[in-house]
């Protein structure tokens, strides 16, 4: 079945401490990968996706095919990384589609 | 740009009513797509639109329906509420199908008694 798994639903860190939030996915395919966070009283938001290569917010995210993994890594992270993180393929679509399946969800908590 | 807006912000319904929600996207977005949020099942896909079409559809009951108009805001009904429908609706536009980032809407919680 195709599936998002984010094993993990808290993590809870100290201030500079590196933080690894975990994505495993099954699709047939080549899904696009993205990960959205949503910050307290704030909207979902996009945080990266795969295709891009960018580090936002001094996060990064390692595609490994083989292992089917997305998973989104920052070495040092800081109090205001505090929120929660979904992992969200994109599964191909013939005819195209921006349907996103979200993972559950991960809390993070960010102690100072 | 304004955001996306979701109306009404809160509803309160009770078993076997409809309701319908509303969301504007970006101006210049074409694309919708709707999204329910509970703590349960966490974020489920409900449909997208583009150019007033239906592009996709999630697997919801037939209760659950949308539409889109020429001005590319977008309407999602629900006929014959259950206790089970309440959640935090949420609505995502994109420009173009493809292109671009999706953006969000702050949502619509809807509670049925």
């Known amino acids: 079945a195709q599936r998002v798994t984010q094993p993990e639903k808290l993590l809870s860190v100290f201030k500079g401490a590196p933080v690894e939030l975990k994505c495993n996915y099954s699709?047939?395919?080549?899904?696009?990968l993205f990960w959205y966070v949503q910050y307290s009283r704030q909207r979902l938001q996009l945080l990266l996706r795969?295709?891009s290569r960018e580090s936002i917010k001094g996060f990064t995210a390692d595609l490994n095919k083989g292992e089917t993994s997305f998973h989104l890594k920052k070495p040092f992270a800081q109090e205001e990384d505090s929120a929660m993180y979904y992992c969200?393929?994109?599964?191909?679509?013939?005819?195209?589609?921006?349907?996103?399946?979200f993972g559950k969800g991960m809390k993070l908590t960010v102690n100072p | 740009k304004a955001g996306v807006t979701q109306t009404p912000r809160y509803l309160i319904k009770t078993r076997g009513q409809q309701v319908t929600l509303s969301c504007s996207p970006i101006?210049?977005?074409?694309?919708v797509s709707w999204y329910q949020q509970t703590p349960g099942q966490g974020l489920q896909f409900l449909f997208e639109?583009?150019?007033?079409?239906?592009?996709n559809k999630g697997n919801f009951p037939g209760r659950f329906s949308g539409r889109q108009f020429s001005n590319s805001r977008s309407e999602m009904n629900v006929s014959t509420l259950e206790l089970g429908d309440s959640a935090l609706y949420l609505c995502?536009?994109?420009?173009?199908?493809?292109?671009?980032?999706?953006?969000f809407g702050p949502g619509t919680r809807l509670t049925v008694l």
């Open positions: 969200a393929p994109q599964p191909p679509v013939q005819g195209g589609s921006e349907k996103l399946v």
């Open positions: 699709y047939s395919g080549s899904p696009e």
């Open positions: 795969h295709i």
């Open positions: 101006s210049g977005h074409r694309s």
């Open positions: 639109y583009f150019s007033e079409t239906q592009r």
């Open positions: 995502a536009s994109v420009a173009l199908p493809g292109t671009d980032t999706q953006y």
